[in-house]
């Protein structure tokens, strides 16, 4: 085969975006789970949404920490970013030395981890952006794009939409009911939504999504996959899928960790 002709044959056969669920779990972990991490691959380059406790050893079972281009943390609740303490060692004396890693955020994050490690030896090997206040977009090369929304939870709290070559996924973050999330997800091919209370009940003054409420977002954004995720796992599975099929006809699935979705 002509090296043209093979260069084709790679190109249609590699996803336009490849989404691998690194850890999938809720503030509470599973046992044997790790918190929220989610990798994403658009050609050459790799995107991480969230690092929270337990996804750094998950991830380099993936990717070599130091090839992901940007990583973006969702909020500062812990179980979306603490295991930066950890990347922060592999950038700095492990096989990451000598290399500096996007790092897009909200307000405080750097600061944040500064005071927990006591040390403030963080610019070396990442460069902190934070993200606009309500909205903003990124393109980040090779046809990808990110669009970061706020939604309800811990302000700020980032939802995030990724592009490239008509394929489009969103990650709802951490979310409480309301539109932003359906408005940023309009559309796309797959909504990551958590379901933190399962099939149960909303637990007043706690900003998190019900599986019900997680599945009328999708509904609403119109979207063409439900993949659930960030279940307290107190909850019964086969019932949490059967409470967002009940708002949601579409496919509805868990996002499981280290088993990619290709678009
Ligand atoms: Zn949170």
Redesign the pocket.
Known sequence: MAADARAICRNVSEPRLELVPVGVGS?LPAPGGAQSAYLVRAGATAVVMDLGSGTLSLLQTHIAPEDVDVLFIT?L?P??CVDLMTLRIHMMWGPGAGRRMRVIGPPGLRERLAAFTESDAWDVAFAFEDFAPGAGEYDLGDGLTVRHREVP??PP?NALRLERGGASLCFG??CAPGTELSELAAGCDVLVAECTFGPGAPMPGVP?LTAREAGEIAARAGVGRLLLVHCSPEHDPDLTLAAAREAYDGPVDWARPGEPVRL
């Open positions: 503030a909020h609740h179980d979306h939870h811990l709290t973050a951490d998190h």
